[in-house]
């Protein structure tokens, strides 16, 4: 999924964690379907890992609850994501004990990855105060928060109070 810049999952991404909303209602049909697909794959419960490359644990402090609007990838192996800490000198490696995450391991061109995905609109919870090891990589504790469903983008989206143009001229 992922390719160059302007790649599906590049593009996506981007508006996704766009500040303004309104730039997502495009999306809403592929968005739709994407998670219909995704909720008929298994739930991985466990801790999945997330590597990135710079320091980004400014982002975090203990208890604080963050919509993670991307479609993110991680795994459930921590040596695979090592490679994608990078070489750089900072570095931020995210542990997050994940409830929903879908395991596409059988849909993936890289099975070895382990590969999670965490979906749009996932609720994560800051654990803990964020490690800092001498070496410059932080690591950041987080958990996902669940409501006792799967439905979280339709709740997420529903929170926008958007509408598509079809349903605004019908209204009219």
């Given amino acids: 999924m992922e390719g ?20 997502v209602v495009p999306w809403f049909g592929f968005l739709k379907l994407f998670d219909t697909a995704l909720s008929k794959l298994p739930a991985v419960q466990e801790c999945v890992w997330r590597g990135v ?18 479609i993110s990838s991680c795994s459930v192996s921590l040596k695979v994501v090592q490679d994608f800490l990078g070489s750089e000198e900072n570095a931020t490696l995210l542990m997050i004990e994940v409830k929903n995450a879908k395991n596409i391991n059988g849909y993936t061109n890289y099975p070895d990855e382990q590969e999670v995905l965490l979906r749009p609109g996932t609720q994560l919870r800051v654990k803990d105060n964020v490690l800092h090891h001498k070496g410059g990589l932080h690591v950041v504790h987080l958990a996902e928060v669940c409501d006792g469903h799967e439905a979280q983008l339709p709740n997420a989206m529903a929170s926008l109070n958007l509408s598509s143009k079809s349903e605004n001229k019908s209204a009219s």
């Fill in 4 to 23: 160059g810049d302007n790649s599906l999952y590049r593009v996506l991404n981007k508006t996704l964690r766009s500040e303004n909303r309104r730039e």
């Fill in 53 to 70: 490359a710079g320091d980004i644990s400014q982002q975090f402090k203990q208890g604080d609850t963050l919509t993670w609007w991307s």
